[in-house]
């Protein structure tokens, strides 16, 4: 972490997400494999924050499941009702807690951890009290607007539903994620109400606050709406998992990974692949599988836990398990099994 100012960060994970469609609490919903919450772990964990604090509330011991082994603590709250209030929730847990604190929403699996830094980094040089990421969306229906001023200054931000119609067709759009003064925090949300459509807490209400007592606010703008939009539908989460699958992609064939039809292709991040290896279409590799340097494995193989060795050929359309496949061995199309040495 470049900055020398404490460092809490606050994950907002206690909502049901309803229009998901489902009776699983969004955040548990899988991207790539692992519940869209781990993805924002894995995100905040590189900034070395010196707390991360988990809100949770709908299914909290099925979150608490996913969670099992990262370093994180919980808060709960008790009632949805808002964001602001989701984030109030922690507040006697923070008591005695300085410097800043970051809020993440955990329906947000492709924010990347560089991005955060950047964030972090840019409020601590402006000396802002608070900071609040924005990007630019073509179609910014369902999300909250920023309202400037006519100095450029930051003045509000407006809900999709509390919107006017010339508010609806600002499109840039407030992201979700902030860096605020702890101090502030607090003492704000407990001037927020709830007149507004919802009934609810809203977070956003302590931008206007900060402006109005003339407090230094920033936005922190990001060219990648991609990376922090949020999971609200089974056909965003599709669009989330393709995403990450791409970038886990794109790192391996950086590293020396041949892929013919990559779009197709799905490698699990705990699987280690050697060079010049060639994947070919529609291979999945789940696990801790250890694949080693110059192998060809052909289209529709499915690996599992698998240790192969190098120059391993594997035929097309075969399953293999919890299998060792030494060096130079060749297996044919549609091997269900193979008999060498269990790891």
């Given amino acids: ?129 608070l900071t609040l990421m924005t990007t630019q969306l073509e179609n910014p229906c369902n999300y909250g607007r920023i309202l400037m001023a006519p100095n450029g200054a930051v003045a509000g931000i407006v809900e999709e539903k509390d919107a006017t119609p010339e508010q609806k067709t600002i499109r840039e759009i407030n992201a979700g994620i902030y860096c605020v003064k702890k101090e502030f925090l607090f003492e704000a ?54 995403e990450i699958q791409s970038r886990r992609n794109i790192e391996l064939m950086l590293q020396g990974v041949s892929m013919h039809s990559p779009e197709t292709i799905s490698v699990s991040t705990g699987t280690t692949i050697g060079r010049d290896t060639l994947l070919m279409a529609s291979v999945q590799i789940h696990g801790l599988s250890r694949i080693g340097k110059s192998c060809r494995i052909e289209p529709g193989v499915i690996l599992h836990d698998c240790v192969l060795g190098d120059n391993v050929h594997v035929g097309a359309y075969s399953y293999l398990k919890d299998c060792t496949v030494p060096s130079e061995t060749v297996i044919g199309p549609f091997s269900q099994d193979f008999a060498a040495e269990r790891p």
């Fill in 1 to 129: 972490m470049s900055s020398s100012l404490p460092l809490t960060v606050l994950i907002l994970a206690a909502g049901k997400g309803t229009r998901m469609k489902s009776t699983m609490a969004k955040v548990l919903h899988e991207v790539f494999y692992v519940p869209m919450i781990q993805h924002v772990l894995e995100a905040v964990l590189p900034l070395q924050p010196s707390r991360t604090l988990v809100v949770i509330g709908h299914q909290q011991e099925e979150v608490r499941k996913a969670l099992h082994g990262f370093p994180v603590d919980y808060v709960t709250q008790e009632k949805q009702l808002g964001t602001g209030h989701a984030v109030l929730a922690a507040e006697q847990t923070l008591t005695g807690t300085e410097g800043t604190v970051m809020i993440v929403c955990g329906d947000t699996p492709l924010i990347r951890a560089t991005t955060l830094q950047e964030m972090f980094d840019s409020h601590c040089a402006r000396s802002a009290s």
């Fill in 189 to 242: 949300l407990h001037q927020v109400g709830t007149d507004n459509s919802q009934g609810e807490v809203y977070l956003t209400d302590i931008v206007s606050l900060a402006v109005a007592a003339g407090l230094r606010v920033e936005r922190f703008v990001t060219p990648k709406a991609q990376d922090v939009l949020g999971v609200n539908s089974r056909v965003e989460l599709a669009a989330a998992h393709r």
